[in-house]
Each structure stands twice: as structure tokens, then as C-alpha cells.
């Protein structure tokens, strides 16, 4: 399934870190996918869960040394095709809770970001890629740890998250090997802090028809994934161990999405031995009745239940499913987003190796526990037409309630959501993205109040060395 790379990217601090991917080459808060994209101008920019997985990457949009690919036009296509990313990212996160379930402060600014290489086609067949990600300590409280941003003790770190051999079986099909970026609903990247997180296995992926034609076409993708790298973390592990199970099992991965113009309909299987099976699926319509008016409506389910000898839940089998809606209703570049969800009232949703794929999923909570339902309410504006290019901003509701025995006392749960953003079209700039969030959640449980309130400040700055 689009299974593909991440978007290449690097560090400027550690360029002579560069050279040597190049030389290797020849706490999981809420974050759904929605809220690792920029914020859209139209519905149609909306990128749904689904849809990311079959959704290639656009590249850095500014090349520092356009010359040196000119230099390269006589060379063999593994070398005169090959890619040479940088991505700087700083970060900046403040969490705190209060009530009777208030945690320790967590803060800390870190900076690094990754560093991408991938060669040319050899025989115009085969391509080895390599990613490095860092993150490095600015400010660092040893006492305000568990950001994501750095290791548990406020360490920084260097990891080769991605080192993969990708052959090209013949027209819009590819087979792939070794650490790699994979970013479905279950199985994905969770790109909110430093780092992603990164996979290890084998894919085969590919693409009947053309998407752009708006004649039917279809994306497909299977394969065995074995162990997983967290965001945070520098060592890979079994994607059982990662669900929480003691097991190493990988899990087989199958799926498909069919597209006809502005319609699409797509499914995932993921299955992990003694562990968890976990079905999602998804449908998205959009039309345009007017000049610059946008609607999109969009349905999601999934359902998930321990198989064999229910390793994740003491040895007692479990099942449950959540549902999902959205309507999205764009005039020019505003946008007005209604959303509600709902978890069977038997389990929580398991979301182990990804950020939760659901609409109502916010920046701090992910309103996934049992038998919850949750209502959104959004709104964002993008500025260029009055007189501020690249600036956008929006402001999300949630109300999340559930009286399910299986989640504790009954409860309820706001979350207010802001975001301001701005990625400037002045050309020495492209690729820069700067990003501030604030996000305020209250929970009532059995007659406690508990606020945890978050920032997060992020800069972006993607660029193609060549």
C-alpha cells in the first residue's frame, strides 16, 4: 500500500551525519493523521487514514545546489537519480496535568531532525535508501521527562530508522526490504514528536489504472511486518512485544483501496499471531456544487479482537469495534468540520503501532475507550486572501462521554483544540513550516475533575540538498 518512504529529510546540524547514511546507502499521546498535515485550504486536501497509505509524499520544494544535478546528467541513473534530503525540525512541548490524577510536569526543546539518501534505479530496477533521525536536547528538565521528544531520561539520540532495497517489478508495482516508512491507519508513523516511527519487513505494493484520470484505478499492498522502531526510542522491537504482549510475532498486513473520481472505498487486514487481528475500513465522497464551494462526507470502522492465546489481555479473549463520521463543508479557503465517533462498550481501541486513525481523535486525548462516543466540531481558515500567504488557523471542539463498566466510572471529557500556523511562499523559505498548538482537555470521573493542558511550538525546514 502506499507503503512508502517517508518524505526525505535530514538535520543541518549533523551533516557530516549525513555522510554516513549515506555511506550505510552506497507515551503515546492523541495525534491522529489529520494533525501531521498542514492545515487544508479545501476539503479536498483533507487526506483521510486510508487515503495516506496510497498517498505519495510531495518533495522538499527548494533545492540548495540545483548545479550539482546537472554536473550528475552523464552519470549511471543509480547515481544521477539518487535523492539527497534534510529535514531540521525543532521542538518545543510543555504538558501538565492537574486534579487527583495530576503526573509530573513534562518540557523539553529539543532539535535535529533526519537525514534522507536514496540512489537511483540500477538496471532501472533496483534502489537502496537510508534515513538517520536525531534529536538533540536545547532544554531538557531531568526532572519533566516522558515528552516523546527524547529518551525517557531527556537523552538525545541517533537512530537509522529507515535502510531499505526497493525494486521496481515493472510499472507502478514495487517490492521492498528491510527498515522502511510505512503510514496506514494501524501500522503508520505517528510523526508528532522528533522522530517517526519506522518499520522492519517486506512489502509488495503497486497500482492498477491511473488515480488522475478519474476512471477507476486501484491500490493495493501486502506483506509481513516484523518489528517496529517507536518515535522515541533507538532499538527496533517484535510488533507483539510493542502491542504489549511477551512475544516477538510479526504481523501480516493485506489491504486495498478503490478509487473512481472524487469517490473512494478502501480496506486493511493486520493480524499478529496470539496477539490481536484488527479490520479497518473506509469510504470518502466529494463534489463540488458551486464555484468555490467544497463538501466532503466520510465513514470509518474498525474492529480488532485478540486471536490464539489473547497475549494482551491476561489470556481472556476480547473484541470490540468503533465507528466513524465525518461531513466537511468548505467555502473558499474556510472549512467547517462535524465529526462523531463510537467504541463498542466491551474493550478500548488498541492503537499500538500508530496514532489513532479516527475523525474525533484530538491533540491530547483520543476519545477511544470503551463504549465512548464523541462529537466534533472544527473550523480553519487559510489566509492568502487577505494579504497573509501561508498563514492558516483552526479550532477544534470535542465531547466525549461513556458509561461503560469496562472503562471505570462513567465520565465525561471536553478537549479544546488551537493551532496557528504559517509556511511562507517567499522562495528562499519554501519548505519551512512553523507550527504553534495549544490544547486544553478536562476529564469528570467519579466526581473528580483532572485538566491537562499542552503546547507544542514546531518547526519544520525541508530541503533537497541536490
Not at 115 to 132: M, N, P, Q
Not at 450 to 459: D, G, H, K, S, Y
Not at 460 to 465: D, F, G, R, S
Request: no cysteine; hydrophobic share 40%.
Amino acid at each position: 500500500m502506499a507503503w512508502r518512504p517517508s518524505s526525505s529529510s535530514a538535520v543541518a546540524l549533523l551533516v557530516a551525519a549525513a555522510a554516513a547514511s549515506v555511506t550505510l546507502a552506497g507515551e503515546a499521546s492523541a495525534q491522529s493523521a489529520k494533525q501531521e498535515r498542514p492545515i487544508p485550504a479545501t476539503p479536498a486536501e483533507s487526506i483521510t487514514a486510508i487515503e495516506s497509505a496510497f498517498t505519495l509524499p510531495k518533495p522538499p520544494p527548494l533545492t540548495l545546489f540545483p548545479h550539482f544535478r546537472e554536473q550528475m546528467k552523464d552519470q549511471p541513473d543509480f547515481l544521477r537519480d539518487s535523492k539527497f534530503d534534510i529535514n531540521f525540525r525543532s521542538y518545543y512541548r510543555d504538558e501538565a496535568t492537574r486534579g487527583p490524577a495530576a503526573s509530573p510536569i513534562k518540557e523539553a526543546w529539543a532539535a535535529g531532525g533526519s537525514v534522507s539518501f536514496e540512489t537511483g534505479r540500477l538496471f532501472d530496477v533496483l534502489s537502496l535508501g537510508a534515513v538517520l533521525y536525531t534529536s538533540l536536547p536545547i532544554y531538557a528538565p531531568a526532572d519533566r521527562g516522558n515528552t516523546g521528544l527524547l529518551l525517557d531520561n531527556q537523552q538525545g539520540y541517533a537512530a537509522l530508522g529507515q535502510l531499505y532495497a526497493r525494486a521496481r517489478l515493472f510499472e507502478n508495482h514495487y517490492a521492498t526490504v528491510g527498515r522502511y516508512y510505512y503510514d496506514t491507519p494501524f501500522i503508520g508513523p505517528h510523526d508528532n514528536r522528533m522522530s517517526p516511527n519506522t518499520f522492519y519487513g517486506y512489502t509488495l505494493t503497486g497500482t492498477f489504472g491511473d488515480p488522475d484520470s478519474g476512471r477507476p484505478a486501484f491500490h493495493y499492498g501486502g506483506g509481513w511486518i516484523g518489528a517496529i522502531k517507536p518515535q522515541d526510542a533507538i532499538d527496533f522491537q517484535g510488533m507483539a512485544r510493542a502491542a504489549g504482549a511477551n512475544a516477538d510475532y510479526g504481523t501480516a498486513v493485506l489491504g486495498g483501496r478503490l478509487t473512481w473520481g472524487k469517490a473512494s472505498i478502501g480496506a486493511i487486514e493486520y493480524y499478529t499471531q496470539d496477539t490481536i487481528n484488527i479490520f479497518y475500513s473506509e469510504a470518502k465522497y466529494g463534489l463540488s456544487p458551486a464555484p468555490d464551494v467544497h463538501l466532503l462526507g466520510a465513514v470509518q470502522f474498525a474492529a480488532q479482537n485478540s486471536v490464539g492465546q489473547n497475549l494482551l489481555n491476561g489470556g481472556t479473549y476480547f473484541a470490540t469495534n468503533q465507528l466513524g463520521a465525518k461531513v466537511e463543508l468548505g467555502y473558499d479557503t474556510a472549512i467547517l468540520t462535524l465529526g462523531y465517533s463510537a467504541v463498542n462498550p466491551g474493550f478500548a481501541i488498541q492503537t499500538p503501532w500508530s496514532a489513532n486513525p479516527f475523525y474525533t481523535d484530538a491533540q491530547i486525548q483520543d476519545f477511544q475507550r470503551a463504549g465512548e462516543q464523541a462529537v466534533m466540531v472544527g473550523a480553519s481558515y487559510v489566509f492568502k486572501h487577505l494579504g497573509l500567504p501561508g498563514v492558516a488557523a483552526s479550532v477544534f471542539y470535542f465531547n466525549g462521554w461513556t458509561a461503560a463498566p469496562a472503562a471505570g466510572a462513567p465520565l465525561v471529557e471536553t478537549e479544546w483544540d488551537f493551532t496557528l500556523e504559517w509556511r511562507p511562499e517567499w522562495k528562499p523559505l519554501n519548505g519551512l513550516w512553523f507550527r504553534a498548538r495549544y490544547g486544553t482537555n478536562s476529564v469528570w470521573q467519579g466526581g473528580n475533575l483532572n485538566t491537562t493542558e499542552e503546547v507544542r511550538l514546531i518547526l519544520n525546514y525541508k530541503v533537497k540538498l541536490y
